[in-house]
């Protein structure tokens, strides 16, 4: 029997990210190839005519598994009914701004949008924030939408476990599917502590086919933190093709599982875990079953890895007490 459409929000969908993006949740690359979606797209009136121009363009690729699209820039008619919500939607830094600025922009963004989803999204809502600051507007929004558990409410560093794997596997020249269980730790940002001191690549330890710890614990770190400039500074637009891809690997291992013996990285709120702070959102190793994540425990950390899972910890500390005082 045919299962019942899954309806999946994705706010900012007028902008680079939501154009890669619904296509692939059309495809069923998010939630699988038999499971039919109805696409709820929101982003803000300047951007509508170009929304309803990705709406036309929907219409148009006739994916079999789209059985509806709702296109509005209406926060209430956006987040009606939804199951699964993808929060692409922000205010970028522009020029000359202040970190304050564009922290109180999304803290108001995220506030608004969180209580719609509280009161008009489906029941055990599924959330994934993607705009930047990843981390802090997921807060914000957990703080703002309390009847949401806050196990529903997650980050994407995602793009960023892909984007170590991706490292890995050239520098190995080995098949990036043959490489698992890096590790993002923290922010989603040039803080984030990208950890290969578990990670296996075709079953052996990357530490000891790599041979190389000046590399694994210098550059491939670095480059991990910046590929995001990098690729900013390289097409004039963000990572928005790995971004879309790497929400959609972030939404459909939560819903569909993790593969047996293999962890993934995940922006969840902090329950303590590896004395990083509980009530922060945070980056963990996670296994998904059931719809639901686990942090993967009793990984031992030595002293290199606690001071960079630390940094990121305190940088994501501060971002809270920016963010909340942008509230008062
Ligand atoms: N977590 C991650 O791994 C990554 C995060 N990002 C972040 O994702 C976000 C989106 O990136 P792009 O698509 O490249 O940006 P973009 O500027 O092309 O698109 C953003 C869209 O959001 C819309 N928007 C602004 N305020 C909104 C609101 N209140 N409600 C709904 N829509 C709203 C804009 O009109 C625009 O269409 C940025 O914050 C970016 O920094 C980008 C790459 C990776
Ligand atoms: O700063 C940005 O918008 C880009 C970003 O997050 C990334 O590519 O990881």
């Known amino acids: 029997m045919a299962k019942d459409p899954v309806r999946v929000l994705v706010t900012g969908a007028a902008g680079q990210i939501g154009y890669a993006l619904v296509p692939m949740i059309a495809r069923g690359i998010m939630l699988g ?4 979606v ?17 709406k036309m363009e929907l219409v148009d690729a006739a994916f ?12 209430v008619e956006a987040c009606t009914g939804v199951n699964v919500a993808v929060m692409v939607g922000g205010f970028p830094r522009k020029e000359g701004m202040e970190r304050k600025d564009v922290m109180s922009k999304n803290v108001s963004i995220y506030k608004a949008q969180a209580s719609a989803l509280e009161k008009y999204a489906a029941a055990n809502c599924k959330v994934l924030v993607v705009a930047n600051p990843a981390n802090t507007n997921a ?18 560093t995602r793009l960023d476990h892909n984007r170590a794997l991706g490292q890995i596997s050239e520098r190995l020249n080995i098949q990036v599917s043959d490489v698992k269980n890096v590790i993002i730790w ?17 079953g052996k330890p990357v530490r000891e086919l790599v041979k190389d710890d000046e590399w694994l614990n210098g550059e491939f770190i670095t480059t991990v933190q910046q590929r995001g400039a990098a690729i900013i500074k390289a097409r004039r637009l963000s990572s928005a093709l790995s971004a879309a891809s790497s929400a959609c690997d972030h939404i459909r291992d939560w819903v569909l599982g993790t593969p047996e013996g293999t962890w993934v990285s995940m922006g969840v709120y902090s329950d303590g875990s590896y004395n990083v702070p509980a009530g922060l959102i945070y980056s963990f190793p996670v296994t998904c079953k059931n719809g639901e994540w686990t942090i993967v425990q009793g990984l031992p950390i030595d002293e290199f890895s606690r001071k960079k899972m630390d940094a990121t910890a305190e940088e ?13």
């Open 64 to 75: 079999p598994l789209l059985k509806g699209v709702v296109a509005t820039t209406d926060v």
């Open 33 to 36: 190839p038999d499971q039919p």
């Open 186 to 202: 923290g922010n989603h940002s040039s803080s984030q502590y990208p950890d290969v001191n578990h990670a296996t690549a075709a």
């Open 38 to 54: 109805i696409l709820h797209m929101l982003d803000i009136p300047p951007a509508a005519e170009a929304l309803n121009g990705v």
């Open 139 to 156: 807060l914000i929004l957990k703080e703002f939408a309390p009847s949401i558990p806050e196990k529903n409410i997650t980050c994407l």
């Open 316 to 328: 994501l500390s501060e971002e809270k007490a920016l963010a909340y005082s942008c509230l008062s």
